[in-house]
């Protein structure tokens, strides 16, 4: 059997430490949780030295672009480890908003996993009310009505796809599975992610 010295408790705090450090090194907002790309990568040390395997999924880093889905979807591993629920805007609202981004490591260290949220932060998904979101979309992508709603990823990814024509400043959002970029820019938009109530809050805790 494989010793872990280091407790959940030990690496918790490890994190949180290095978040702290990461947000001041960056200078971004705590609404940022786990934006960091090499958050694994500065763990792995870590982690092996106390005789825990951890790996970073490649997957994680391109999307089906024929069906528009991921093949690796942080969001949903954060949704089933308890850190948020998802709007209707398709997005994932933690007790920090839902303008955040996540990464996850797979590792064999012995934790005891969370679990999905039974409350519900979205408005519309809790009382029918808000519909920000839905306002905000400049394509229609993100629709709803008596209560159900629907996310046209296609209306989306083709708004994306304009914009990355436009935004070509920082290169290109993602890469095909081989590395190499799929885009001439950014892939961009999130106007249903600002300026509406979930955006740096849960608001239905
Ligand atoms: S803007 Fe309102 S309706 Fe849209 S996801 Fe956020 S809380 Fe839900
Ligand atoms: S990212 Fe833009 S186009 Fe896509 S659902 Fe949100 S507001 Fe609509």
């Keep these: 059997m494989t010793e872990t010295a280091i407790t959940k408790k030990a690496l ?13 090194a960056h200078d ?17 040390p870590l982690l092996a030295r106390h005789g825990v395997r951890a790996a970073v999924a490649q997957a994680a880093s391109t999307f089906d672009r024929e ?4 093949h690796w979807s942080h969001r949903h591993f954060a949704y089933l480890a308890g850190l948020g629920t998802f709007g209707i805007n398709n997005m994932l ?6 303008c955040g981004r996540y990464t996850s490591v797979v590792t064999d260290l012995d934790i005891t996993p969370g679990q999905p949220l039974e409350t519900e932060y979205c408005l519309y998904k809790k009382n029918g009310k808000c ?22 990823r296609h209306k989306c ?3 994306l796809k304009k914009n990355a024509e436009a935004y070509q400043d920082f290169g290109s959002s993602y890469t095909n599975e081989d590395g190499r970029a799929n885009s001439v820019g950014s892939e961009v938009c999130g106007k249903c992610t600002v300026h509406v109530p979930c955006a740096l809050r849960a608001p239905g805790a």
Excluded: K
């Design 12 to 24: 918790e705090a490890h994190i949180a430490s290095f978040l702290e450090d990461y947000r001041a």
């Design 67 to 70: 069906r528009l889905v991921s």
């Design 157 to 159: 990814f083709a708004i």
């Design 93 to 98: 609202i933690t007790r920090s908003g839902g």
């Design 131 to 152: 519909g920000a979101c839905l306002r905000r979309c400049p394509t229609a992508a993100l629709t709803a009505a008596d209560g159900t709603s629907h996310y046209d």
């Design 28 to 44: 971004i907002a705590p609404i940022w949780r786990a934006p960091i790309a090499g958050f694994a990568d500065a763990h792995h």
